[in-house]
């Protein structure tokens, strides 16, 4: 089998790996050539496809406020940027904001955020319980102290119409998409020399991308890496409300469920209380015993209507966890320099796409994050201590 060679390898196809393949692909500075190692080339299992996919800039750290924000404004152009052959991509951008919701006890906390992120230039308002009772007259607020409440850039929209028009885009503009399973990473010193597939094949490389998704500790794993990312499962449930809820935002419940609009249905979730284990999961079975515990019974008390929904149908998919501060791992390795991660987003990967793929193209190109300043999420902040930790996971 004769071996193949391509000036980057990219593992993982979905949204961050095919948002890198077509910031690459369409950079005029870049004339080199790209493949894609994808290993589920039906996207059955990829967190993107499974996300609930919406993009807010309410965090707790600026970084995530501007990658998200420049991925907003991304999303915004995506129609032109992404079209093929005169073809608009069309990703259902629907800008409709977040509600953040506190407890008297919660409410230090939110209030810190919203000064973080209106220092940055973020359109959020801080609410108290009257202006939120004007606005969601639907909505039960007997133990909710205040809301902070995102005003634009703010919103939801089709994950996979997304991923799937980078891939799209990327192919169109000369990059090469190949099935198959990293099984091996060959390093020559302090370089990767390439990757060798489930097949048997050997690709060489002059750089690799780590976008693997909730597999991206196990990829990091054949380099000799330590990476701190692993799978961990989350459940969305699919319900429907005979009572209309009018003007619903993404609303985040002072319980930690979530719950959006998706057409005329809705969409919720919880993550797992610490008192649940949480560990490495690569399977997609449900456990309905969240839902039941905590979801239905934290909608059915913020929003009195929702007591009387109907579950329509249910997904589980795969965060890629950084259980070391829940926060992206970007840029190059700080002795391997051409190994890239684009890793560790804990839930919030799908809206950071656009920018994500930015930044890790500029790096290879231009050997600098350009797009936005994404430093703090180095590599390196391991080694040297210093977490950056997100208040605002979901």
């Given at each position: ?24 692909m369409?950079?005029?500075d ?45 999303m ?77 850039r703010?919103?939801w ?39 060798t ?12 991308v780590?976008?693997?998704g ?49 057409g005329?249905t809705?969409l ?15 399977d ?11 979801v ?21 998919g ?5 259980t ?7 840029g ?13 987003f804990?839930?919030h ?12 193209a ?14 703090v999420?180095?590599?390196e902040?391991?080694?040297e201590?210093?977490l ?7």
């Amino acid at each position: 089998m004769a071996e193949k060679s391509y000036d980057i390898v990219i593992v993982g196809g979905a949204g961050v790996g095919s948002s890198t393949a077509y910031h690459l692909m369409s950079d005029p500075d870049f004339n080199g050539s790209v493949a894609v190692i994808e290993r589920d080339p039906g996207y059955a299992g990829a967190a993107s496809a499974l996300s609930v996919a919406a993009i807010r800039q309410q965090y707790s750290t600026p970084a995530n406020i501007a990658l998200s924000g420049w991925s907003f404004d991304f999303m915004k152009q995506s129609g032109e940027l992404l079209a093929v052959d005169g073809e608009r991509a069309e990703i259902g951008l629907v800008e409709s904001g977040y509600l953040f919701l506190a407890s008297d006890e919660g409410l230090p906390v939110l209030q810190s955020n919203h000064e973080i992120q209106k220092s940055v230039g973020a359109t959020v308002e801080l609410l108290d319980r009257d202006a939120l009772a004007a606005r969601f007259p639907w909505m039960n607020l007997e133990d909710v102290a205040a809301g902070s409440m995102g005003t634009d850039r703010e919103g939801w929209f089709d994950g996979w119409s997304l991923f799937q028009s980078f891939r799209r885009k990327a192919i169109s503009l000369g990059a090469k998409y190949i099935k198959g399973a990293v099984t091996g990473i060959e390093r020559d010193g302090a370089r990767i020399a390439g990757v060798t597939l489930d097949n048997g094949e050997r690709i060489a490389c002059g750089a690799l991308v780590n976008a693997a998704g909730p597999w991206a500790g196990d990829v990091a794993a054949l380099a000799g890496v330590d990476l701190p990312v692993r799978p961990r499962k989350r459940f969305v449930h699919v319900i429907d409300c005979r009572t209309p809820i009018p003007d619903c935002p993404m609303v985040i419940d002072s319980s930690g469920a979530y719950f959006r609009p998706e057409g005329a249905t809705y969409l919720t979730g919880i993550s797992p209380p610490k008192d649940r284990p949480d560990g490495d999961c690569y399977d997609f079975e449900m456990d309905w015993s969240l839902f039941e515990e905590f979801v239905w019974p934290a909608l059915a008390h913020r929003v009195p209507a929702f007591e009387a929904i109907k579950p329509l149908s249910a997904w589980a998919g795969l965060y890629d966890y950084n259980t070391a501060d829940q926060n992206a791992i970007l840029g190059p390795h700080t002795e391997i320099r051409n190994l890239l991660f684009a890793n560790g987003f804990s839930g919030h990967g799908m809206q950071q796409t656009p920018a994500v793929g930015r930044v890790t193209a500029d790096w290879i190109i231009h050997g600098e994050a350009r797009a936005v300043d994404v430093s703090v999420f180095g590599y390196e902040r391991f080694a040297e201590g210093r977490l950056v930790k997100e208040v605002n996971v979901i």
